[in-house]
């Protein structure tokens, strides 16, 4: 089997880094042309669903959010149709590199050690992750998270910071998902929980003003994500995330998912890529 059809070591290492088995990653997908995409007739892109507003599946049964409005536009800019593939958090990389979906709108976190298996696009997108507890649960400092059991979803950014911040014998309990690990602090399963910047309205729903930010971890940008060495995809991603920032589509997304106004980007960040080399 040659080269084009085996994982690289570098793969392999990548995705170990991040909690992603080499079973999960059986075989590496060659890079995905635009042509084929057209010929197809529809872009198949992976978006996380279980995690609004970013990306959900709504009660029509169709992928909703701010993720979902980008990927609409992306596959407009390509000119054909789309296919969402709803993904956990886990299951989105090796989604991506079996060849399941040519593109991850998917909330991914720009971190150097997912840039070892993925080629992220310039970012579109600005996160915060902090840590979520009861108010009555006293965090005050990262040494406070050892007296209380926390939860994470699996291979997540959350689940990196929870464990790189956390004192050593910490109790860190790992979900498949958002979904789960928002479940298992309203039901009293753990004490506190990493999430992103959207997590505390919707733990706040089910138990209003029960809940609080107790840590911020680390504000990061999230890009695209297409496969290694895929260049025409992530030359086309760019473009089009560049288009977006100017046409008023990313401002529209941000305005009605986000609440908030567009960020500064930055031109470039350390140990992560924009563009194939």
């Not at 990306?55 to 789309?82: C, H, M, P, R, Y």
């Not at 840039?115 to 970012?123: D, G, I, L």
């Not at 689940?159 to 790992?174: L, S």
Request: glycine residues 10%; charged residues 20%.
């Amino acid at each position: 089997m040659t080269n084009t059809f085996r994982l690289s070591r570098r793969t392999l290492l990548g995705a170990a880094s991040l909690g992603i088995g080499a079973s999960l990653l059986p075989l590496a997908a060659s890079a995905q042309s635009v042509s084929t995409i057209k010929s197809r007739g529809k872009v198949l892109i992976g978006i996380q669903g279980d995690n609004p507003p970013w990306g959900f599946v709504n009660t029509s049964g169709a992928s909703d959010g701010f993720d979902a409005e980008i990927g609409t536009a992306f596959a407009k800019f390509l000119g054909v149709g789309v296919e969402f593939v709803p993904l956990a958090v886990v299951n989105r990389i090796p989604a991506l590199t079996t060849g399941r979906v040519d593109i991850l709108f998917a909330t991914m976190g720009m971190l150097p050690e997912r840039a070892k298996v993925v080629q992220f696009s310039k970012p579109y997108v600005a996160n915060i992750i902090q840590l979520i507890g009861a108010k009555a649960t006293s965090i005050k400092t990262n040494a406070d998270m050892k007296n209380v059991t926390i939860g994470v979803p699996r291979a997540s950014v959350q689940d990196t910071q929870v464990t790189k911040n956390a004192p050593e014998g910490t109790t860190i309990r790992r979900f498949d998902d958002d979904a789960a690990t928002i479940q298992a602090l309203i039901s009293g399963q753990v004490d506190a929980v990493g999430g992103n910047m959207f997590y505390l309205d919707r733990i706040n729903a089910n138990k209003p003003g029960a809940y609080e930010s107790k840590l911020e971890f680390t504000r990061l940008y999230n890009g695209a994500c297409t496969r290694l060495g895929d260049k025409e995809l992530n030359t086309a991603a760019n473009s089009f995330i560049d288009q977006i920032k100017t046409n008023g589509v990313l401002a529209h997304a941000y305005t009605t998912w986000m609440k908030l106004d567009v960020p500064t980007f930055p031109d470039a960040i350390e140990g992560i890529p924009f563009v194939v080399a």
